[in-house]
């Protein structure tokens, strides 16, 4: 960020700032108090802070003492008695106590701090201190730290891969500094001195890669808090450190959950720079320092120093800080294409498939993948045939003859120069039934949804013994797009459809009523009007998928960009009980058509799915490619979840 730009508006500073201040008749912290840092035990906010005393005589040297004072709060923003808590004890921080970080776990306090043990201050006595307590009211023990230049340490709440973590500042006094990641197996190493040595030896192997810059200066801010999208770290970012003119800025990130090391997204503007008068006069002018957090229901509480004199506290909403840091993210967000695509082509041997394979129906069942795809014939029928895969990736099973085929007037082809046939399958499994919902065409009425079913038995043994096929949508309207969500919802079916440019829903308690006068209808619950992209219209893709979040429905849009007509895959997330109700939809595309096997073919421009599966938390989604072959494209299912569930705010509580 420059030093004009405006840091991005999400917290809102204490009208009480600030909430503390020096108290010149109490010499321990009659200069500053400053740098907080909270940690909450029930209904009480303990906070710890830096006090810089009147001058005082130490070893000669006339100067202010940094100790840690202590008080407690009820609301995190009027405190009540403040008193001295940590004080300079040993030789190791002889000469100050300064900027404390505190972490409850395991029923302890690890109250981390900057010990000086050298005047003049130089980088090799500025080194890292720990006290322990239980109850704040006195301290259990202490121990030097680090043997290096180091600040800013700070325990993580809860352990990493069942190890104790920590995060640091590395050579804050050696600039650039290095924010690391710190793993123990046991309380002791912390303050092992073998330990540090190895660790500070490789250091880039554990280096949390922050800084944009070696002109820049980063520096641990809160201990890290648990969300259920990654570590939220808020830190100091000051840009342009060297230049005489550095600008303070708060920055946060979230790393992961299972190696912190990771930086899953950040911030790409300050949080927070300074603006109010206590933050820009002061003994060290326009400064702020993000020094500790805490959540409490929606809200993040950050507190700061301010110009190295007061304490301060802002309030942003936790989901509106996760939204900045993911939305990026998520907007960028893409299905993964397998490198061996297309996975199933064109068959010459067979002139059933010989001209075209696309849009298939997925099953997933017995460790094996299934495809029902559309294959098309040079007269332009359409059949459905079969492929297997045991990872998904590879379909080494693909049968010689089709295993269905148009038995019906409505699909039978109307004369010679037509296309016609059964088009787009979509599988649905309940208990032992597979229903298939297909397009049925003729080449001279609308296309419209047929059903049909066979058992899982006779499916997996590749019986094809079909069940009569019924048209069960309206008469003179194209429909097309239907699959049965694979639960009843009470006692009802629930079917999406796309009569016209949206997406359709219908419910009904018995599917064979379907096809004898009872067409399917409902209501639009999804609509091209709320597309970014100019949209023509959408349909579904695959069946909705059941997840601990709600639907997942992958679906298509039909839109112009850049001067062309495409086709691209979507995702939307449907309430779990209240399948009309829509509760997240992405705003940019999961896929879209940019290889050559998806720009060139029968139709260019095109992916178009009727398909997809989980295996291992993994989102399988198998697509046709311009109207021609048949691609498989892949992401981790919860990051897709997660997405869909930032955009819509669930679970940012």
């Not at 010459?348 to 069942?365: D, F, G, I």
């Not at 048949?630 to 992401?635: D, E, N, S």
Request: some cysteine; glycine content about 8%; aromatic content about 10%.
């Amino acid at each position: 960020m420059s030093a004009g730009a405006k840091p991005v508006s999400l917290f809102k500073r204490s009208p009480e700032n600030p909430i503390l201040q020096p108290v010149t008749e109490i010499a321990w912290e009659a200069e500053a108090a400053f740098n907080p840092c909270p940690v909450v035990s029930g209904k009480t906010v303990h906070l710890l802070y830096r006090a810089v005393s009147s001058p005082q005589v130490i070893s000669g040297v006339e100067m202010g003492i940094s100790t840690i004072g202590y008080t407690q709060s009820a609301d995190g923003i009027r405190f009540g008695e403040r008193r001295q808590f940590i004080k300079p004890e040993y030789d190791w921080e002889k000469y100050g106590c300064e900027d404390p970080r505190v972490t409850k776990l395991g029923g302890k306090y690890y109250i981390f701090y900057t010990a000086l043990s050298t005047c003049p201050f130089c980088a090799e006595g500025i080194r890292i201190g720990l006290a322990v307590t239980r109850d704040f009211r006195q301290i259990d023990e202490k121990h030097p730290v680090t043997p290096f230049n180091s600040k800013a340490m700070a325990l993580f709440p809860a352990r990493v891969g069942g190890k104790i973590a920590a995060v640091l500042t590395a050579n804050t006094d050696n600039p650039p500094s290095k924010i690391g990641l710190a793993l123990f197996d046991e309380e002791e190493q912390i303050w092992s001195h073998e330990y540090w040595e190895g660790w500070y030896t490789f250091l880039n192997d554990h280096v949390i890669p922050l800084q944009r810059t070696n002109l820049d200066q980063v520096e641990v801010g809160a201990p890290p808090i648990k969300t259920q999208f990654g570590w939220l770290l808020i830190y100091s970012y000051i840009q342009d450190y060297f230049s005489g003119r550095p600008v303070f800025g708060i920055e946060a990130a979230l790393l992961d959950l299972d190696d912190p090391r990771k930086v899953i997204a950040r911030t790409q503007k300050s949080l927070m720079v300074p603006q109010e008068v206590y933050e820009k006069y002061g003994r060290v002018p326009n400064v702020i320092f993000p020094s500790g957090a805490f959540v409490k229901g929606e809200q993040l509480y950050l507190y700061y120093g301010a110009t190295d004199t007061t304490c301060a506290v802002a309030t942003g909403k936790l989901g509106a800080v996760i939204e900045e840091l993911l939305l990026p993210e998520v907007n960028k967000m893409k299905l993964v294409r397998f490198s061996g695509n297309p996975i199933i082509q064109p068959d010459p041997r067979h002139s059933w498939e010989a001209k075209a394979v696309y849009n298939t129906a997925a099953l997933y069942a017995d460790d094996k993948v299934h495809l029902l795809y559309r294959a098309q014939a040079e007269d332009n029928t359409s059949v459905l045939g079969y492929a297997a895969s045991k990872d998904g990736f590879i379909f080494d099973e693909r049968l010689d003859q089709p295993v269905y085929v148009p038995r019906e007037h409505f699909e039978k082809k109307s004369s010679p120069d037509v296309g016609s046939g059964c088009e787009d399958p979509r599988i649905t499994r309940i208990e032992n039934e597979l229903y298939m919902c297909y397009t049925a065409w003729d080449g001279r009425s609308e296309p419209r949804v047929a059903l049909t079913s066979i058992t899982a038995d006779d499916f997996l043994a590749k019986r094809w013994n079909w069940a009569k096929p019924v048209i069960i949508s309206p008469p003179g309207i194209m429909d097309k797009n239907a699959a049965i969500f694979p639960r009843k919802f009470g006692n009802k079916f629930a079917i999406l459809h796309r009569p016209g440019v949206s997406i359709w829903l219908d419910m009904g308690e018995n599917l064979a009523e379907l096809g004898d006068g009872r067409w399917i209808k409902g209501n639009v619950i999804m609509s091209p009007i709320q597309e970014e992209l100019p949209a023509e219209k959408i349909g579904i893709a695959a069946p909705p998928i059941e997840t601990e979040y709600g639907w997942l429905l992958i679906y298509h849009v039909v839109a112009q960009k850049e001067g062309r007509r495409i086709y691209y895959l979507s995702a939307a997330l449907l309430d779990s009980e209240r399948p009309n109700r829509v509760i997240s939809r992405r705003k940019t595309p999961l896929l879209e058509p940019e290889m050559l096997y998806e720009r060139e073919g029968q139709v260019p421009n095109v992916v178009f799915s009727c398909g997809a599966v989980v295996i291992n938390g993994r989102l399988f989604v198998y697509y046709g490619g311009a109207d021609k072959v048949i691609g498989v494209a892949t992401i981790e299912l919860r990051r897709l979840l997660e997405g869909l569930m930032l955009q819509s705010g669930i679970g940012m509580k």
